[in-house]
């Protein structure tokens, strides 16, 4: 029998996680995302570097950029990932109060987890990048403006309020709204949500 071969250092070490070829290892990716979220949270965005990462991870640079085009495609992955456990979708019957609910659970989910600092740190990513930026606002945001949607979709079918292009106009408001205080660090003044969204509805019952 032929002994097997060792490395100066000692025996060789098989890969715990390893890409399925062009396919993307669930391990792997599930490491990536984790070791990507923990580096915003701990550190920032500054400290968000591919080599940190890599180390992090124990994964390699060509299989990170072979899984995802730029960085600013992998924060985002980071951030739905995340989005996956915050799910807020009051239904009280009433409006003003499903929204406040909403963005005030999103304000402070954002303040308390590594979410806020990955979404600030996609949008400075993608800033130079046309590519990511159609896929922005063509795929992203009406994902993320889903829950509002919804909400509002309930309160035109029990008559609170009618359909029409003023509640889109509400939708964008909103989601602008949010995430400007986001951007701002300004995410501790829940009292902007109550007004915004009573100025908001009170527009919208206006027959």
Known sequence: MTAKKTSPSGP????SRSSIGAVRSPQSTEAILEAAAAILEEQGYRAFTMDALVERAGSSKPTIYRWWRSKGALLRDVYERAALTFVTSPDTGNLEQDLVV??????NWWRSSSAGETLRSFFIEIQLDSKAIAEFRDEFLP???RTLRKIFARAVASGEIVDGPAVEMAVAMLTGMSWLHLITANLENLDDID???AVLVKG???R
């Not at 060789?12 to 890969?15: F, L, Q, V």
């Not at 909403?102 to 304000?107: M, Y």
């Open 143 to 145: 994902r993320r403006e």
């Open 12 to 15: 060789a070490k098989p890969r």
């Open 102 to 107: 909403h963005l005030r659970s999103l304000w």
């Open 204 to 206: 919208l019952r206006v």
């Open 195 to 197: 007004h915004c969204v």
